[in-house]
């Protein structure tokens, strides 16, 4: 087999490129991916540890506060002592003269004594005059006018009233109660003095006890 010069450095020269190609092939190959994690073994002493969870926190610090913090006791207010009932009643108020003499007394002058001005049977009895006029009988004094003799006597309720108390309505009359429902008085022009019922029209009147 003959080969020429021209075959020689053609095979000469495909000896140097196929290595060189095969270099730089490897050289710029990919690299494999790797794993960067790297397995680690530890020896250990056998230990043992407690940890709480958040369950058993909870209680620890609920169980804790419960110690610690105690709510105060409420308020009490103290009830005022109670006020002791008076063992009786207080009296009331005594008359200073017979009531049963003084409706006698000014029975006498029942269909008698005309109404008028005056507080003498002599002459006439108004309200005011018929009351002082008997009043004064049993060393009672007594000013002209119905309200100035009520302001002299004590108010008394009608259960307390009896006979020879005065009977009053402001600012219009007066007369004495009989202690049986009725009332001797000097009603009005034209009549003389009357024992009977109270008006009911008048509505009721205050009992004044002298």
């Known amino acids: 087999m003959t080969i020429t010069r021209k075959t020689a ?15 730089a092939a490897f050289a710029f190959q990919a690299p494999e991916p790797s794993d960067s ?3 680690v073994s530890l ?3 056998p230990q043992t540890y407690t940890v709480a969870s958040a369950a058993q926190e909870a209680t620890a610090a609920r169980a804790s506060f419960d110690v610690v913090y105690t709510p105060p006791a409420p308020a009490t207010v103290a009830e005022p002592a109670p006020v ?3 063992a009786t009643p207080p009296a009331a108020v005594p008359q200073s003269y017979s009531g049963e003499a003084v409706v ?5 002058f029942v269909g008698v004594v005309p109404y008028g001005w005056g507080a003498d049977p002599s002459d006439s009895f108004g309200c005011d005059g018929l009351t002082q006029y008997v009043y004064g009988h049993f060393g009672i004094s007594l000013p002209r006018g119905a309200d100035n003799q009520a302001a002299l006597g004590t108010v008394i309720s009608a259960d307390e009233a009896r006979a020879g108390d005065l009977v009053w309505w402001p600012g219009r009359h007066i007369g004495i109660w009989d202690g049986a ?7 009005d022009w034209g009549r003389y003095v009357e024992h009977h019922a109270p ?8 009992y004044i006890r002298l």
């Open 9 to 23: 450095a053609g095979c000469a020269i495909a000896a140097l490129i196929v290595p060189l190609a095969a270099t």
């Open 37 to 39: 994690r790297r397995a």
């Open 43 to 45: 020896v250990v002493d």
């Open 84 to 86: 002791a009932a008076s």
């Open 104 to 108: 006698a007394f000014a029975e006498t």
């Open 181 to 187: 429902g009725g009332i001797i008085d000097s009603p």
């Open 199 to 206: 008006w009911a029209s008048s509505g009721p009147p205050i």
